[in-house]
């Protein structure tokens, strides 16, 4: 139910709203759970009061999990354990939702998708008014979930674990950037951007210093100058395009009006834009049937979506801890130096954002956390003014003591923006820095007793998305700079080297980018991959295919991230249930044992035979890929997480999820005492099924969706573990101050 929205959250005035009639599709929904569930019809429709029906749906539900300890103590106790949750039968985890629909009934919610406006969790009054009244103005999402529910609960509809061939065929409806057909098709596209951009170039309607045309030069010489320059990373920042109308030209005229119309709304509307010609050329443009929808989850980062240019201006921040008062505790308590520079939440590893062209990023995420700071204008496109002061290389020593005199600190992220970005001269002084620091805070230790020895620096990371948006950046002598970094890093006990990049897709997997990464590992770094999982990400196969081929290429998979963020993200938004049932229905073909997994551990100091070891461990444990990545969404005060339960659902379908801690990682003290974290998703299971279907999936395929509403965590993989100290480290947190929220 609904509050009226212009109360307060003390007001206790009921709504109004619940005399809404249901539509007649809802109706028929009703009729078809009473038709499956005679026992449920005659609790609803004989009960004289909803508290006679809600005691009698409560008993039926306990009835059916107490002979079962497994499932009774995980629903009393909440034992928290993925193997546990494993061993539930598909009707005892609708029998736990169906409890927790009524242990939290009248609960009340902030819902950030309507801007703070409350809710009230009261589905089975729902139900029971739409039995009694035909009122409550319950959607036919809200019934077709609950239909799902019931059937899942009386067994009717059974969950169905898809064989490793089911996955793998899957895996094969997904090509991949460096299937032979694809690369024929971005040749095309190149060719396609650069015959406009000789055009453009001798209107003047584009005009570079660097970049233009000698008097006197033919078509092909004109030609093959492009060519050269499209191995150039400046050619491809400066001719990016910038407006809606640049891009339709660069893809050829084939935007259709309705996104085009967006596009020039969000333009309107202060949304950045950025793509440049490299990254449009993994657009398809004319392409056959069967690749229709190939590009899909490329094209979901490109385009707007009409949620966001709504929402745009009216954003709610995402991420609580990244909110910074100097001097003052963030949400996780953590003591910052200023408000833009130094982001942290766990109390080993704080990210560093440089004041450089770090700062910005090689092209627009739609789905991407700064929008709620693109909303003030603060806008990272602009490279010359994000050059570098000298301001900020006086400020560079003084953050690097935050690291230097930090307890607990023993991982630096350095990322923006995006940390490729940077000139090679930034980042080689970003990073000796970095060195300095570390060493610095080597030889402080020497002097301190064990048990108030402080962590020392182990890992370093370079968060980046160029290898994938603009792979051209990788050039020899950025390889140059991570070799002898590492080299130093390493006489001072450092020993883990981590690019961190976002490949979406397999299509973004291309030759250039292969060989992209091919030399980020002869510098002696291991690249991991960091995914959000968008509806066509989310497609079945798509991401186990997008694992198979990055380790075809030599990168882990990291993190598979569910969209965060409220009504901005909606269309771009996948219900935590499809996180859960990937990881439990297509990621487990890739999973390891223990023992392998302990090999795996020792890769950090084997990146230049990525390839071969990836390879050999597929081979004996006879697996397409390595699922060394978790499933989790990134949520406000709790981190990285997908320990959740479904309490609750609204009126429109929407399921609310309580969300409890990763406690299988250290977290910041603050944690246990701030409690669990509730949000209310963006989207309807029935929505997402509907995304789909306009993808051209068979929504057949994705029937167990509805019955996941428990997650728990997976462990970390060994690799991503840091090294035992040799030494007794403190105990005591540094930078730090207990919050309660």
């Known amino acids: 139910m609904y509050r009226d929205y212009n109360q307060s959250k003390n007001d206790k005035n009921v709504l109004k709203n619940i005399q809404l009639d249901i539509s007649e599709s809802s109706r028929q929904l009703l009729n078809k759970i009473f038709e499956e569930n005679e026992a449920i019809e005659e609790i609803i429709r004989s009960s004289p009061s909803y508290e006679k029906a809600k005691k009698g749906l409560r008993k039926l539900a306990l009835d059916h999990i107490k002979p079962k300890p497994v499932a009774f103590s995980y629903f009393s106790n909440g034992n928290r354990d993925q193997n546990r949750i494993e061993k539930l039968d598909w009707s005892d985890l609708a029998a736990i939702r169906i409890l927790d629909y009524i242990d939290h009934e009248n609960d009340e919610y902030e819902d950030l998708n309507l801007h703070g406006k409350y809710i009230v969790n009261a589905p089975f009054k729902l139900l029971y008014m739409a039995a009694h009244e035909g009122k409550g103005g319950a959607t ?371 030759p250039e980018a292969a060989e992209g990464v091919r030399k980020i590992l002869s510098a002696g770094w291991i690249v991991t991959n960091q995914l959000v999982f968008t509806p066509a990400a989310s497609r079945r196969g798509h991401t186990a295919k997008l694992r198979k081929v990055l380790n075809d290429i030599g990168v882990l998979a990291y993190y598979t991230f569910s969209v965060k963020g409220y009504k901005e993200n909606t269309f771009n938004f996948v219900n935590n249930a499809r996180i859960m049932q990937e990881q439990v229905e297509e990621k487990y073909i890739g999973k390891l044992s223990d023992e392998i997994n302990g090999l795996i551990k020792g890769f950090h100091t084997m990146a230049n035979g990525m390839l071969e070891n990836i390879e050999s461990i597929r081979q004996i444990s006879k697996v397409p890929f390595l699922a060394t990545d978790k499933n989790v969404i990134n949520l406000p005060g709790v981190g990285k997480s997908l320990s959740f339960r479904t309490i609750g659902i609204t009126y429109d379908g929407r399921r609310i999820l309580q969300f409890d801690y990763d406690f299988s990682r250290n977290h910041s003290p603050v944690i246990k005492k701030n409690g669990k974290v509730v949000i209310i998703e963006s989207k309807s299971i029935a929505g997402y099924i509907r995304r789909l279907e306009e993808m051209g999936e068979n929504r057949s395929d994705y029937e167990n969706v509805w019955g996941y509403s428990i997650g728990e965590t997976e462990e970390r993989n060994p690799i991503y573990k840091y090294p035992e100290y040799n030494y007794a480290m403190t105990d005591r947190f540094s930078n730090f101050e207990m919050v309660y929220q």
């Open 140 to 510: 036919e999402d809200f019934f077709r979930d609950m239909l799902h529910l019931f059937r899942q609960f009386s067994g009717k509809q059974k969950r169905f674990i898809p064989n490793p061939e089911k996955v793998a065929e899957w895996m094969n409806n997904h090509p991949s950037g460096l299937d032979p057909e694809i690369i024929d098709q971005r040749k095309k596209n190149r060719d396609r951007i650069i015959r406009l951009f000789i055009k453009k170039i001798d209107s003047g309607d584009i005009q570079r210093n660097r970049f233009k045309f000698e008097p006197g030069m033919t078509y092909w010489q004109k030609y093959r100058k492009i060519m050269e320059w499209w191995n150039d990373k400046t050619f491809h920042l400066q001719f990016a395009a910038r407006t809606p109308e640049r891009l339709n030209r660069m893809l050829g005229r084939s935007i259709d009006e309705n996104t085009m119309e967006t596009m020039v709304k969000a333009e309107n509307s202060g949304i950045p834009f950025f793509v440049n010609p490299y990254y449009l050329s993994l657009l398809n443009v004319d392409i056959d049937e069967k690749n229709k929808f190939s590009d899909q989850a490329i094209r979901d980062y490109v385009f707007v979506s009409n949620e966001l240019v709504e929402e745009f201006g009216q954003i709610q921040a995402w991420e609580k801890e990244d909110q910074v008062e100097p001097g003052k505790p963030n949400a996780a308590g953590w003591i910052l130096p200023n408000r833009k520079n130094i982001h942290r939440r766990y109390p080993e590893v704080a990210i560093l954002i440089p004041d450089t062209a770090g700062r910005a990023c090689g092209g627009l995420c739609v789905v991407c956390q700064r929008m709620y700071d693109f909303q003030n204008g603060h806008l990272n496109f602009d490279l010359d003014e994000l050059k570098p002061r000298e301001t900020w290389w006086e400020r560079l020593p003084k953050l690097m003591r935050y690291f230097e005199y930090d307890n607990m600190l023993r991982d630096i992220l350095i990322t923006g923006g995006d940390a490729f970005m940077n000139s090679d001269n930034s980042l080689k002084r970003i990073l000796d820095e970095v060195l300095n620091m570390a060493n610095r805070k080597k030889s402080r230790n020497k002097n301190l007793p064990d048990g108030e020895k402080l962590a020392e620096i182990q890992r370093v990371r370079l968060g980046t998305r160029l290898p994938v948006y603009l792979p051209q950046r990788i050039s020899d002598e950025l390889i140059s700079i991570l070799k002898d970094f590492r080299t130093n890093a390493i006489e001072i006990g450092i020993n883990q080297f981590v690019v961190q990049t976002h490949f979406e897709s397999a299509m973004e997997v291309t």
